[in-house]
């Protein structure tokens, strides 16, 4: 969900990551009626931009869309954000509103989570092993244009 999310809500920092909490409405599943097709609508609570004081007052808050994978269910972030959420301990007062929560090593029922949040810094971890796949992954990509477009230029002359 780490990677998902970061990808689709252009997620970067460890603190916008933590700052996700459930039953909030910061994420809702949504339709788009146009479109026929479901998505996942992420509202910013607060960033290093918008501190959601009193000089932030007119500033609309971000909101981004992931809308679902039609062609391939499994990789839908709708699809495994619903299976997440019911993979979470419920209506247990004592389980912290945070997003991500630590995983049961053996999970023997259909609860996979535990109630205590994953930690910031194992998050900051993650994050920061995310971060060095994309920036390999962008200059991958950056190398593969540049030959093509060298390519695209000998075949011009």
Known sequence: MVYLFGMHFALRAVQEHKNIKVGTGQI???VDNDLNLKYLLYTECSSKNNQCGINNMNIRPKQVRAYQNVHDPSRCIVNLYKEYMNRRPMFDPKCSSDFYLR???NP??????TCQPIGINLLGKI??????TWVFMGEFLTILLEQQHVQDCMHKV
């Open 28 to 30: 809702q599943i949504c």
């Open 103 to 105: 995983p049961i090593a």
């Open 108 to 113: 023997k029922s259909t609860v996979w989570f």
């Open 127 to 132: 994050v920061k092993k995310l971060q060095n």
